[in-house]
Nanobody
Framework: QVQLVESGGGLVQAGGSLRLACAAS????????MGWFRQAPGKEREFVAA????????VYADSVKGRFTISGDYAENMVYLQMNSLKPEDTAVYYC?????????????????WGQGTQVTVSS
């Protein structure tokens, strides 16, 4: 069983930065790809970024490319999402997730485990 706990959300002004963290139980990087998703009120959960630790591969949604960076710390079993140049449209609950394979990482169905989410609010 994989447990994921997010932290680092908060309120920030447009143009600011936040760093989200996801603490994973167990050594998952050898078996799982890690992703970040977000869900705004009244909208579907959408893909933000994914990280395949064993290959060092990263994937980003077009809406965040160049502004967000996903990374992992093998030793600490942590996954991070550095968010820069934040916009009001980035406001959402952000979720960390773990996928057993490296395919279809933009789809929620690829992920078996989810954290509880952390709120990010960007004011204009």
């Amino acid at each position: 069983q994989v447990q994921l706990v997010e932290s680092g959300g908060g309120l920030v002004q447009a143009g600011g930065s936040l760093r989200l963290a996801c603490a994973a139980s167990g050594r998952i990087f050898s078996s799982y790809a890690m992703g970040w998703f977000r869900q705004a009120p009244g909208k579907e959960r959408e893909f933000v970024a994914a990280f395949i630790g064993r290959g060092g591969i990263t994937v980003y949604a077009d809406s965040v490319k160049g502004r967000f960076t996903i990374s992992g710390d093998y030793a600490e079993n942590m996954v991070y999402l550095q968010m820069n140049s934040l916009k009001p449209e980035d406001t959402a609950v952000y979720y960390c997730a773990a996928a057993p394979g490296g395919q279809s990482l933009r789809r929620t169905a690829a992920y078996d485990y989810w954290g509880q989410g952390t709120q990010v609010t960007v004011s204009s």
